[in-house]
């Protein structure tokens, strides 16, 4: 049970870290990116591919990193360029399109067969009374909280930060004031796309990482952001993190093993029930 | 700065809402622009400041076209635009307001020489100030862009007249300081006295352009603008 | 109380033009295509029949990314029936299939009462994520026996069964159509495009988006009793989650509240990927082609098909503006007892007090006018009134009934309000909106009646073609349309010329006496209040500071100091 736990870890921390990336997005650009993964998947492809055509580690990494974030602004620039005053509804809808045709192009640039995914982070880190605690379950568990601090610095502490948190409560008011709005989204984009890649690089070569897979873990990720209500970095977190020991737990129980994907269904439902209870009107008046 | 609009009109969608706007505001004096609710009034200002496209005329500042030019390019060609409804950025403190638009410890310092309520204040979200102070805050944040014109809307909204008497003469010193100010105003009495110049929007076109001593003389026409009929007293 | 209506059918030449074209495709597919691609064209149906239904969710304002989970509720009770050898063959078990994806609809249905836009779009996502599992636990009924679903004589062959997935498809949009032309139609379009305004119309919000969704997932559900019985073994394979999201991105592409468009949507699903099979392209260009597309669309404001459909509606000139009968005004007789009386009513907004201590009566059988400065709260006292605003304290009476405590849709029996933003919904005609809007059966002579009176434009015109004044006037006509007790409109004359508000003033000081209902006007235009109004009171910061006679009240001092900022205005 404990070591199904420790083990859900792993896939728990990439959840919240995605799942971080999810609300920032949200919050900053009024859009649930389902496409945060997809856009990771290209840039781990595009690490596996450099790797396989024998460039190191060390350099098809930052590769890939740069693809993805690349990938991910011009994505932002299209959403920026058309949609900027569209609602969170629209944009969203939009990033759907985006996750639906980038699969297709990872297809077609890296074929349909799952590829062999190199990292540095195989094998156990430790073994505490039984319990073996894999390094990518450790790098998973401590990147997620580690991402999440980092974030909160960036937006409370830095002058790019400020600006971005004005954007996203008046974006109107923001622009009137000067503030480059198309440019940070633009570079928001870019970042959270970079460190979707950087996710996926670690949990990527531990289990079978095909892309269809690989991009809808945009799924669970929802649902850690959704814990968070969109708005908490920390419960975006402590929900990743939450979901993944729990299936990780479910995998040790015989009749359940099957279902443990379905989870994050019920937790979504769950929430939605009891965060919603209050009625709310589609307008402000 | 001088400020030139000449023949504006301006639709929100297919509805058209003002229409042939001429009107000068020139620089170290405040241009008022007074009418009732639904005249337009606020539509106009979004116009110039990018918000809305014009439907027909142009906007010249200082010679120069704003056509082609966005919101984010016209704020920094030194046009403010005063939001009406005290649109602070609620989760950011007092100081973060004014820092969010310049980092410069001598902008958040003119903001409290101004407004010296809000040098206590500092360190608390602007969202939990009261309406008064909001709208200092805002006021604040649009002096920190080192504006050249700053368009103001409806600073009064929502607020009691003995605020707006607080409010006022700080516009009327940004002014007197080299500022093109065009105010938007519906205490029609207060804005009068601090203004050079007034206009008055009815229906969608300027009913009235010229000194604000006529207006201040016989308050008959702007109550015939605002109440919709002019009263049978006469001072 | 549940309405049963005949549905009121209007027919239109793009409806006419739409069916025509699409029936005789099918017609000239039946015959002359050769059997591969008649099987193409056999699955083209099916996800347009998926498709048909995804619009209706659409058409309501919701995304959902899970129809093919939904579709596969149905291919599963198909297999089931088929493994328990049920009674009826597969064209009933297509229909129990249809039956069957319902209740999963309304399921998902249900967050979509508390939630909106992309959180029910999250929950829809992890729904499809779930049926995936589940769907792969479970394996399809027969599908490790090889147990076929059998076709009946008639449509045993391809040919025979690509008609009878045509005449499904027929029913599935014929149906719809009917429907879309029933106010449970009529609610979907407008939940759309505000939710406010569909309940303040009297039309339940929650049973619109349940209806909505189950409507959808009934659609989907045939979709996939259809497709088992086309290839006879369904797998998970068929009803993946990616399959899903391409489904929703076909559907904004292609636009599926139609059925042309629909069945466009389901032709470029099947016949994009074998073309480019054909051509010697990876077929994965077609899910890019689909994204490009559906970003295209949503650039343009309008799916290809609505796109389609804007163009083919002939674009009339704008009625001439109404007669406006100047000279006397008709003065609103002072009234008799109280109708609408308001005691203690307050309302806060966090620590801003919004409303304090309201008391109001409006007489019965007459016009009262509410005025006041901007941010006054008379808009509140409307939202109040109307019950969109449960943490309102005080009591509301109206004709010796209670409102406070009622839900927005039950106030409306009795009390209509209007908005001040505008909230016509755009994709209705204005007879099908005054219809929904009416809440009771109303004759043609009625709604003929109620637009000349007001001056709104004739039935057939779309409310999107009309601009902001008619679309105002036509609001009005809806609220008296219903008969209630009391109408509260909250500025009706705002996108009205001067001369139009005046007329409309002497319009609405006729309407006690013509449709037995007193009216609360909330109006900036002081020569309008004073002309249809037998009573004012005016608001100021959330105060009733005056109240009375017009001419009076609005030389007392206090209410030009409200309005101007200083009582030495009026010197």
């Known amino acids: 049970m404990l070591d199904g736990a420790v083990a859900g870890l792993a896939g728990g921390g990439a959840y919240a870290a995605l799942g971080l990336c999810l609300t920032l997005m949200f919050r900053l650009v009024r859009v649930v990116n389902f496409a945060q993964a997809a856009i990771g998947v290209i840039g781990v492809y595009g690490m596996a591919l450099l790797a396989d055509a024998g460039l190191p580690y060390a350099l098809a990494a930052p590769a890939g990193l740069l693809a993805a974030g690349l990938v991910a602004a011009a994505l932002g620039w299209i959403m920026a360029r058309w949609f900027a005053e569209a609602g969170a509804d629209q944009r969203s809808a939009i990033a759907i399109a985006f996750l639906v045709g980038l699969l297709a192009v990872s297809f077609l640039a890296f074929g349909t067969h799952p590829r062999r995914v190199p990292g540095p982070f195989g094998g156990a880190l430790l073994t505490v009374g039984g319990v073996t605690v894999t390094r990518a379950a450790a790098v998973c568990a401590l990147l997620a909280p580690a991402l999440a601090a980092g974030a909160h610095l960036l937006l409370t502490r830095t002058a790019v930060g400020l600006r971005l948190r004005a954007l996203s409560e008046r974006p109107t008011t923001a622009e009137l004031l000067g503030i480059p709005s198309r440019r940070l989204a633009v570079g928001t984009w870019a970042a959270t796309g970079a460190l979707a890649a950087a996710v996926l690089m670690v949990v990527a070569p531990q289990q079978s990482a095909d892309q269809s897979s690989l991009a809808l873990m945009v799924i669970p990720a929802c649902t850690a952001a959704l814990v968070g209500g969109f708005r908490s970095l920390t419960g975006t977190v402590a929900g990743g993190l939450g979901l993944g020991v729990m299936q990780g737990v479910l995998a040790h129980v015989e009749d359940l093993q099957q279902y443990r994907d379905a989870v994050p269904f019920a937790v979504i439902l769950a929430i939605l029930v009891w965060s919603q209870r209050r009625e709310v009107w589609d307008a402000a008046r | 700065m001088t400020l030139e609009l000449s023949g504006v009109a301006v639709a929100r969608g297919a509805a058209p809402v003002v229409r042939d706007i001429d009107l000068t505001a020139p620089p170290g004096a405040v241009t008022v622009l007074l009418g009732p609710n639904g005249a337009g009034k606020t539509t106009l200002l979004e116009a110039v400041a990018g918000v809305l496209p014009f439907a027909a005329g142009n906007a010249v500042l200082d010679g120069a076209d704003l056509a082609g030019l966005d919101r984010v390019a016209r704020a920094r060609r030194g046009l403010a635009l005063v939001e009406q409804g005290r649109t602070v950025f609620s989760a950011l403190t007092v100081a973060e307001n004014v820092r969010v638009v310049n980092g410069s410890a001598d902008a958040l310092d003119r903001a409290v020489e101004l407004f010296p309520e809000l040098g206590r204040r500092l360190d608390v979200a602007a969202g939990l100030l009261s309406g008064g102070e909001q709208q200092m805050v805002v006021l604040a944040r649009a002096l920190a862009t080192g504006p050249k014109v700053l368009l103001i809307d409806e600073m009064s909204l929502g607020l009691a007249p003995v605020i707006v008497r607080r409010l006022l003469p700080a516009v009327r010193a940004l002014a007197d300081g080299g500022v093109t100010v065009l105010l938007v105003e519906q205490f029609a009495t207060l804005a009068l006295e601090i203004a050079d110049s007034a206009h008055v929007l009815a229906g969608g076109a300027l009913t009235y352009s010229g000194p604000p001593g006529p207006l201040r003389a016989s308050p008959g026409r702007l109550h015939a603008a605002y109440l919709g009929e002019t009263p049978t007293e006469e001072p | ?571």
């Open chain 3, 1 to 571: 109380m549940p309405h049963v209506e005949m549905p009121h059918v209007e027919i239109r030449r793009a409806d006419l033009l739409t069916g025509g074209a699409v029936l005789a495709v099918i017609a000239v597919a039946a015959v002359a295509l050769p059997g591969y691609w008649l099987f193409l064209a056999t699955s083209a149906l099916v996800a347009a029949i998926a498709l048909r239904g995804l619009g209706v969710v659409g058409q309501a304002g919701m995304n959902s990314l899970c129809q093919l989970s939904f579709a596969a509720v149905g291919a599963w009770t198909v297999a089931r029936l088929n493994v328990m050898a049920a009674p009826g063959g597969l064209v009933l078990w297509v229909a129990a299939g249809g039956l069957a994806a319902v209740p999963f609809g309304a399921l998902i249905g249900l967050p979509a009462l508390r939630l909106r836009g992309v959180h029910l779009a999250v929950v829809t996502l992890g729904f499809a994520a779930t049926a995936d599992v589940v769907v792969a636990a479970l394996r399809f009924p027969g599908a490790t026996t090889f147990q076929q679903v059998p076709r009946p004589g008639p449509i045993a062959t391809d040919r025979g069964y690509f008609v009878f997935a045509a005449l499904v498809f027929a029913l599935v949009c014929g149906a719809l159509w009917l429907v879309d032309r029933t106010r449970a139609g009529a609610a979907w379009r407008a939940v759309r495009f505000s939710e406010r305004a569909t309940a303040a119309a009297g039309t339940s919000v929650a049973r619109t988006k349940l209806t909505a969704f189950a409507a959808s997932a009934f659609a989907a559900g045939v979709a996939g009793g259809v497709l088992a019985g086309q290839i006879g073994t369904v797998t998970a394979q068929n009803f993946q989650t990616i399959n899903s999201l391409a489904l929703f991105v076909v559907a904004v592409m292609a636009g599926s509240r139609y059925a042309g468009g629909a069945l466009f949507g389901g032709l470029l699903m099947t016949f994009v990927p074998e073309v480019l099979k054909r051509l010697g392209v990876p077929q994965d260009w077609a899910n890019v082609l689909f994204a490009a597309g559906a970003v295209q669309a949503l650039t343009q404001g309008a799916s290809v098909s609505e796109g389609l459909a804007r163009r083919l509606r002939a674009r009339r000139p704008a009625p001439p503006a109404a007669a406006v009968p100047r000279g006397e005004a008709a003065k609103a007789p002072p009234g008799g007892g109280p109708l609408l009386t308001v005691t203690g009513l307050t309302v806060r907004y966090g620590k801003v007090t919004a409303l304090q201590d309201v008391d109001l009566t409006v007489p019965e059988g007459t016009v009262m006018g509410l005025i006041g400065p901007n941010g006054a709260g008379k808009s509140t006292l409307t939202d109040a009134l109307s019950g969109f605003l449960p943490g309102a304290t005080g009591q509301i009476t109206l004709a010796g009934r209670r409102l406070d405590g009622l839900p927005v849709h039950r106030r409306a029996a009795h009390l209509r309000r209007t908005f001040q933003q505008d909230r016509v919904p755009t994709g209705l005609t204005v007879g099908a909106y005054l219809r929904f809007a009416a809440r009771r059966r109303v004759g043609r002579g009625e709604v003929a009646e109620v637009c000349a009176f007001l001056g709104c434009p004739p039935p057939d015109r779309h409310v999107g073609d009309l601009d902001v004044g008619s679309r105002r006037l036509l609001e009005v006509a809806a609220a008296l349309l219903a008969r209630p007790r009391l109408v509260v409109l909250d500025e009706p004359a705002a996108g009205l010329t001067h001369a139009d508000s005046l007329a409309l003033a002497d319009r609405l000081a006729e309407v006690p006496a013509r449709y037995g209902a007193s009216v609360l006007l909330i109006e900036h235009d002081l020569d309008m209040v004073r002309r249809a109004c037998a009573h004012v009171a005016v608001l100021d910061f959330g105060r009733v500071i005056a109240a009375g006679p017009p001419a009076a009240t609005l030389a007392e001092p206090e209410v030009a100091r409200a309005y101007l900022g200083d009582e030495a205005a009026l010197a």
